[in-house]
């Protein structure tokens, strides 16, 4: 790569996944350690996060790659080297258009994707570096080699000993294990307030629960003597008025709710396990369905290594949740080597490491 224009601070562009909100609060993590750069963020649901955007990090908004209206995809067959490539949907062309556009005009650029491989393999056919987030789950499949190879570095923001076992020699060497973070990271916590026994939290997320208003319903009237703290967007059923449910809703910092209550209750997504870590939380997870078992395996790791209970969604209203949040209460949480109070520094250090032995600033 040594015909790139040598450069002080390119852009560094981040493609956001619009699936759930845990993509987005990590890019907003990471774009706060990387003092210096032009920081954009590209993405298709970037507007409901602009009150938590930071005002310097310009936004790209992409039309949604989907069907709209009376579109349809013309008929296909699925191809081996990508996850997703309909042929005839409008807001394809329109993103891509975008993206290469982008691409071009703010050249010398560096794009970090968290999860897309045709994301990944585009900006390579631009001529852009790319540096790709691991996720868990199997990914040992055609598209997800290609956009591996295609990556100058792959970053995994968990530790070493969370990483899957089967992963080929040449993914491992390509990759830094940053440790786990979250938005609450070294953040100081002797201000807190204590834990109060019997409050639990439940959070809901954007990405798909198991978790809706009947379980929760069934789970207070079960359980009355605990009070159930749901924060999310959910609406509570007409007659759902228990005095034991304390509906929050959406809010910018649940650790607000979440520092007093003894346990959370939530799903297996990234971002809230690293944040779970972070506040030393006791935590009862439910791995819900995502591609390529992200969550199911990333649950069974926490279980086998003792950080979490894990109850799967099939067995929500069968498991005996008087005697699980009893048993886990009178347990101290275990999160070690979880997180990382040196993440945050390594996953800085490890993207301009990147962007200096590419663009040879």
Sequence with gaps: MSHLTNVSYPTIAFYVHHHGNGHIMRAITVASVLEGFPICFMGSNLEAYRNIIPRDIECIHLPLDLPVNTETALAEDSVSFLHYAPIGIKGIRERTASLTATFKDKYPILLIVDVSVEITLLARLCGVPVIVVKQHGKRDDLPHKLAYESAELLIAPFSAAL???????????????????????????????????????????????????????????????????????????????????????????????????????????????????????????????????????????????????????????????????????????????????????????????????????
Excluded at 214 to 234: P, V
Excluded at 267 to 291: Q, S, W, Y
Excluded at 324 to 334: G, S
Aim: with cysteine; hydrophobic share 35%.
């Design 163 to 361: 990483e899957p076992l089967y992963e080929e020699e040449w993914i491992k060497a390509k990759t830094v294990h940053t440790g786990g973070f979250s938005r609450y990271s070294n953040c100081k916590t002797e201000h807190h307030p204590a834990e109060k026994t019997g409050n639990i939290a439940v959070l809901v997320g954007k990405g798909g629960t198991s978790i809706d208003s009947g379980f929760i319903q069934s789970l207070a009237s079960t359980c009355h003597h605990y009070t159930f703290h749901i924060i999310g967007k959910i609406i509570p059923e007409e007659n759902n008025h228990a005095d034991n449910i304390k509906w929050h809703g959406n809010l910018s910092d649940p650790r607000q709710v979440i520092v007093y209550c003894t346990v959370v209750i939530g799903n297996a997504g990234h971002n809230t396990v690293m944040e779970m870590a972070d506040l030393n939380k006791r935590f009862i997870c439910i791995p819900e369905e995502r591609p390529f078992d992200e969550q199911l395996q990333k649950a069974a790791m926490l279980a086998s290594n003792g950080h979490a209970r894990v109850i799967q969604p099939a067995a929500l209203r069968t498991t005996d949740w008087l005697k699980e949040l009893a048993e886990i209460e009178k347990q101290q949480p275990d999160w070690a080597g979880v997180t990382d109070a040196a993440a945050l520094t390594n996953i800085a250090n490890a993207i301009k490491n990147t962007v200096n032995r590419v663009f040879k600033c």
